[in-house]
């Protein structure tokens, strides 16, 4: 049973253009959301992360917004740059160590 | 700081075989994880140490799995017998416990059961 869903497996972007990604979740539990980046053959990075009191959190030319009423959230990369380009995980928890994860949305940002 | 590092990088076994994850939770991490990645399921937890101590081993698949941690710096996660279904990428992560504190990964280990 997935509890986050990631529901575009893919994006194609232009560079210099905004990046949103989209994530929705299920379980109202969850108290803290993180987005991880993965590049081919490496593990997933941690990007940004929002708690549930928020509804915006900024880092740079990252940006993630929760909608709790609509259990939804995003990550909008301004302006999307090549090195971007990546496998990006949303992520939730209601306790302290474990995470729900989505099935993830490859990002490609073109010259 | 070398980050988690995970070995063998790429396991290719015959179904039946023992098949020996290894990980190197970064120094001074106290918390350790083991995810795995299957096209099917995405990146689900296997298994939860705090302080060498498995606290969460809900997300475990079945008995032929098992994982170890002797020690802070050392954790192995064990698949006996092996099967074709196990093919997947396992990723072992550390952290610090308490509140909600980023998880490093490690590169991961793909691990083939042919």
């Not at chain 1, 302006?79 to 380009?85: I, L």
Request: proline share 6%; aromatic share 12%.
């Amino acid at each position: 049973d997935q509890q986050v869903k990631q529901n575009s497996p893919s994006l194609s972007v232009q560079e210099g253009r905004i990046s949103i990604l989209n994530c929705d979740y299920t379980n109202s539990m969850f108290d803290y959301f993180l987005w991880y980046k993965k590049y081919p053959a490496e593990g997933p990075t941690f990007l940004i992360s929002i708690s549930s009191i928020k509804d915006k959190n900024e880092d740079g030319r990252f940006t993630v917004f929760l909608n709790k009423s609509a259990k939804h959230l995003s990550l909008h990369i301004v302006p999307s740059q090549p090195g971007d380009s990546a496998v990006y995980f949303c992520a939730a928890s209601f306790n302290d160590y474990k995470l729900s994860f989505g099935a993830g949305t490859t990002v490609t940002v073109r010259a | 700081d070398a980050g988690v590092i995970q070995s063998p990088r790429h396991e290719v076994t015959e179904m039946g075989q023992e098949v020996t994850l290894r990980c190197k939770p970064i120094s001074g991490h106290n918390s350790l994880f083991w995810y795995r990645q299957t096209m099917m399921r995405g990146l689900e937890l296997l298994i939860y140490f705090n302080n060498n101590v498995p606290i969460d081993d809900s997300g475990m698949p079945e008995d032929r799995f098992s994982a170890k941690m002797p020690n802070a710096s050392f954790s192995t996660l064990k698949i006996q017998p092996s099967e074709p279904r196990d093919s997947a990428v396992y990723f072992c992560a550390s952290g610090l416990a308490g509140g909600h504190n980023e998880q490093f990964f490690g590169p991961g280990t793909r691990l083939t059961v042919l």
